[in-house]
């Protein structure tokens, strides 16, 4: 691997390590934990540093506080779940520099570990203060990061403090690295790409990568409506659809780059629509030259298409997927990505496919097809997935390269 990991840290008995983690989980409105999957996710690394007689601080933002302290923020909220998880007992110190902090290190035992307050509640940890960042390790030996979902941005956590201590990737950081740069950087032919979304405007650095990269791209969800406008199909509207009129000419740039490339472009050859946009509303699955001009949305893609997509992927080595295929939070209009999830898993598990899965709304959609564990990986990474999907640099895991 081209980045440091622990074990490229040498020694580690009874030097004290900064763990940046990324803890921002979901919470009712009660502060109750309600999915624990960070804090899960970051358990390896806390016990491998201990195994290797380490003392452990961990640090993590949560929520925007924007720079002031506020009880709704705190991450004295994840005590007990982080307990509950690691199997140590958790100090938690309210301030992640200072007095406070390094005199909690000094007295740090070894059935214990250290949990800091919340990085953003000091502005100058988004503006990467270094400075802030060499009073964040200040009490510290060793600085190991394993928060991937934060590694597109600058922050002093993430960079700086990174560069003030011998630095390396945690479990999880590694893991994620490992699997998206075999997804995309070095993958094995053919290469899938499920790319879905609203509108195109938001994703435009993504395809113009991915149609380079990728052998097969399958566009969906409102994205494709805009593309399947711009190949021909005058069925599609703004009445019925969520295509961008003013991105026409942008989709049919990405689709002759495409060809330039051997990237073959999947659109829908089939949709469901639907008179309202809710569950079980009143439906029917329509060819592309009969989509009603109005009083009917597109809500998903129908069978023929989804048995294209399936047989491309009996095709394929490896498949990227970022977004759903439709509005798969309305039943039954997760048909289609579930069954192409399905499949998916499937050839996963005969080992025919590597699957990497990621960002935002794509987790929720595999775990709504029951496949989320099923995959070769699933990140819980959303900016930072994407960055990556986009051929950009991360700057926390830039400078953990070797």
Same mark, same amino acid.
């Given at each position: 691997?081209?980045?440091?990991?622990?074990?490229?840290?040498?020694?580690?008995?009874?030097?004290?390590?900064?763990?940046?983690?990324?803890?921002n989980?979901?919470?009712?409105?009660?502060?109750?934990?309600?999915?624990?999957?960070?804090?899960?996710?970051?358990?390896?690394?806390?016990?491998?540093?201990?195994?290797k007689?380490?003392?452990?601080?961990?640090?993590?933002?949560?929520?925007?506080?924007?720079?002031k302290?506020d009880?709704k923020?705190?991450?004295?909220?994840?005590?007990?779940?982080?307990?509950? +998880? %690691?199997?140590?007992?958790?100090?938690?110190?309210?301030?992640?520099i200072? *007095?406070? !902090?390094? @005199?909690?290190? &000094?007295?740090?035992?070894?059935?214990?570990?250290?949990?800091?307050?919340?990085?953003?509640?000091?502005?100058?940890?988004k503006?990467?203060?270094?400075?802030f960042?060499a009073?964040?390790?200040?009490?510290v030996?060793?600085?190991?990061?394993?928060?991937?979902?934060?590694?597109?941005?600058?922050?002093?956590?993430?960079?700086? +403090? %990174?560069k003030?201590r011998?630095?390396?990737?945690?479990l999880?950081?590694? *893991?994620? !690295?490992? @699997?998206?740069s &075999?997804?995309l950087?070095?993958?094995?032919?053919?290469?899938?790409?499920?790319?879905?979304?609203?509108k195109?405007?938001?994703?435009?650095?993504?395809?113009?990568?991915l149609?380079?990269?990728?052998?097969?791209?399958?566009?969906?969800?409102?994205?494709?409506?805009?593309?399947m406008?711009?190949?021909?199909?005058?069925?599609?509207?703004?009445?019925?659809?969520?295509?961008?009129?003013?991105?026409?000419?942008?989709?049919?740039?990405?689709?002759?780059t495409?060809?330039?490339?051997?990237?073959e472009?999947i659109?829908?050859?089939?949709?469901v629509?639907?008179?309202?946009?809710?569950?079980?509303?009143?439906?029917?699955t329509?060819?592309?030259?009969?989509?009603?001009?109005e009083g009917w949305i597109?809500?998903?893609?129908?069978?023929?298409?989804?048995?294209?997509?399936?047989?491309?992927?009996?095709?394929?080595k490896?498949l990227?997927?970022?977004?759903?295929l439709?509005?798969?939070?309305?039943?039954?209009?997760?048909?289609?990505?579930?069954?192409?999830?399905?499949?998916?898993?499937?050839?996963?598990?005969?080992?025919?496919?590597?699957?990497?899965?990621?960002?935002?709304?794509?987790?929720s959609?595999?775990?709504?097809?029951?496949?989320?564990?099923?995959?070769?990986?699933?990140?819980?990474?959303?900016?930072?997935?994407?960055?990556?999907?986009?051929?950009?640099?991360?700057?926390?895991?830039?400078?953990?390269?070797?």
């Amino acid at each position: 691997m081209e980045y440091k990991t622990i074990e490229d840290l040498g020694n580690l008995q009874g030097k004290v390590v900064m763990l940046r983690a990324d803890l921002n989980v979901p919470m009712d409105e009660n502060f109750h934990v309600t999915n624990d999957a960070r804090i899960v996710r970051t358990v390896p690394t806390i016990k491998l540093l201990k195994s290797k007689g380490a003392k452990v601080v961990v640090v993590s933002h949560f929520g925007r506080p924007e720079g002031k302290g506020d009880i709704k923020n705190s991450l004295s909220h994840i005590v007990k779940d982080l307990e509950k +998880a %690691a199997g140590y007992k958790v100090v938690f110190v309210d301030d992640c520099i200072g *007095e406070k !902090v390094d @005199a909690a290190v &000094k007295s740090l035992r070894d059935d214990e570990i250290l949990l800091l307050e919340n990085l953003r509640y000091y502005n100058e940890e988004k503006k990467g203060d270094e400075a802030f960042a060499a009073e964040l390790v200040k009490p510290v030996d060793v600085y190991v990061s394993d928060a991937f979902s934060t590694a597109h941005r600058a922050h002093a956590s993430m960079v700086a +403090a %990174a560069k003030l201590r011998p630095a390396a990737m945690g479990l999880l950081m590694a *893991e994620e !690295v490992n @699997a998206l740069s &075999k997804g995309l950087n070095d993958p094995k032919r053919p290469l899938m790409a499920i790319v879905g979304g609203s509108k195109v405007s938001t994703k435009l650095d993504l395809l113009n990568n991915l149609v380079k990269k990728v052998d097969k791209l399958v566009i969906s969800g409102g994205m494709a409506h805009t593309f399947m406008k711009a190949s021909g199909i005058d069925t599609v509207n703004e009445a019925n659809s969520l295509v961008q009129m003013d991105m026409i000419e942008t989709a049919k740039e990405i689709m002759k780059t495409a060809k330039a490339n051997n990237c073959e472009i999947i659109l829908p050859s089939d949709v469901v629509v639907s008179k309202e946009f809710k569950a079980d509303a009143e439906h029917k699955t329509v060819s592309l030259e009969h989509i009603p001009a109005e009083g009917w949305i597109l809500m998903d893609v129908g069978e023929k298409t989804i048995e294209a997509i399936n047989q491309k992927l009996e095709e394929c080595k490896t498949l990227v997927w970022n977004g759903p295929l439709g509005v798969f939070e309305l039943k039954p209009f997760d048909n289609a990505t579930n069954k192409v999830a399905e499949k998916a898993a499937i050839l996963t598990a005969e080992g025919r496919l590597m699957t990497v899965a990621g960002g935002g709304d794509t987790v929720s959609a595999m775990e709504n097809a029951g496949v989320a564990d099923k995959f070769s990986y699933v990140s819980t990474a959303g900016g930072a997935f994407l960055e990556w999907m986009e051929g950009k640099e991360l700057p926390g895991v830039v400078v953990l390269k070797k």
